[in-house]
């Protein structure tokens, strides 16, 4: 079974950064196109990033556009999503999923979230 942890949210103050990881434990995640996800109080999941299992291109939610930078580090097997000039609307849980293809898909593995809140 693969599992996928998010981690490195925490509270932060608006216009600051945090880095969150998605690390694997049962599988390799160069071989995965990486979604990240979040979901904030009260409302629907939604997707804000995608790195393609090249890692060649992202793709990015437009209100997170310029702001995230998605990358991977396959020597550590990680993922990460770098947020910076946060804003109070980024408040969430963040996720990330994997999917064996070049893009995001659905996400057919997922992980535990962190929790981002942005707040001064």
């Known amino acids: 079974e693969v599992q996928l942890q998010a981690s490195g949210g925490g509270l932060v103050q608006p216009g600051g950064s945090l880095r969150l990881s998605c690390t694997a434990s049962?599988?390799?995640?160069?071989?995965?196109?990486i979604g990240w996800h979040r979901q904030a109080p009260g409302k629907k999941r939604e997707w804000i990033a995608c790195i393609n299992r090249s890692d060649d291109d992202r793709t990015y939610l437009d209100s997170v556009k310029g702001r995230f930078t998605a990358s991977r580090d396959n020597a550590k097997n990680t993922v990460y999503l770098q947020m910076d000039s946060l804003k109070p609307e980024d408040t969430a849980v963040y996720y990330c999923?994997?999917?064996?293809?070049?893009?995001?898909?659905?996400?057919?593995?997922w992980g535990e979230g962190t929790q981002v809140t942005v707040s001064s």
């Open positions: 049962t599988v390799t995640l160069r071989y995965y196109a």
């Open positions: 999923s994997a999917d064996e293809t070049e893009w995001c898909g659905v996400g057919h593995y």
